[in-house]
C-alpha cells in the first residue's frame, strides 16, 4: 500500500473535519465531507470513517515525532517522486462521479459508518 506524506493526511483530515462542520444544511459540504471520508479510508487502509480518522492521526503523530527526533541531524535529501491525478474518464456521467454505494458494518443500525456514508 503507498502512504500518503504527512502533509496530505493532515490536509485531508482538516479538510474533513471543516465539511464535516459544514455538512448539517450544506448539500456541497455534505459532498464534499462524504469524499473526503473515502479518501482518508483509501489512504489510510481501512473502511470505517473513525478508524481512518485515528489511522491518520497515529501517523501524523510518529510522522511529528521522527521530525522532532531529526531536528540538528544532517538531513537526507528525498527522492523525487511525479505526482499524478487520478481524474474520472472525461466520457463518465456527471451524476455517476464521485458516488459510493452506502452499506453499514454489521447490518443495519449497528451505528459504524463505512467510507462513504454520510457523515453524522
Known amino acids: 500500500m ?10 485531508l483530515v482538516d479538510e474533513y473535519e471543516a ?3 459544514g455538512a448539517a444544511g450544506d448539500p456541497v459540504a455534505h459532498q464534499r465531507a462524504e469524499d473526503l471520508a473515502y479518501t ?3 489512504s ?8 481512518a480518522l485515528e489511522s491518520a492521526r ?5 510522522a511529528q515525532g521522527a521530525a522532532a527526533a531529526a531536528v540538528g541531524s544532517t538531513p537526507v535529501p528525498a527522492a523525487s ?3 499524478t491525478s487520478i481524474r474520472p474518464p472525461a466520457d463518465a456521467a456527471p451524476s455517476a462521479v464521485g458516488q459510493v454505494p452506502v452499506a453499514r458494518a454489521g447490518g443495519a443500525g449497528s ?7 454520510a457523515p453524522q
Open 40 to 42: 482518508l479510508c483509501v
Open 58 to 62: 497515529r501517523r501524523l503523530g510518529a
Open 81 to 83: 517522486v511525479p505526482t
Open 44 to 51: 489510510t487502509g481501512t473502511r470505517e470513517v473513525r478508524l
Open 19 to 21: 465539511a464535516l462542520a
Open 2 to 11: 503507498l502512504t500518503p506524506s504527512p502533509a496530505t493526511l493532515r490536509n
Open 111 to 117: 451505528g459504524a459508518a463505512l467510507c462513504g456514508d
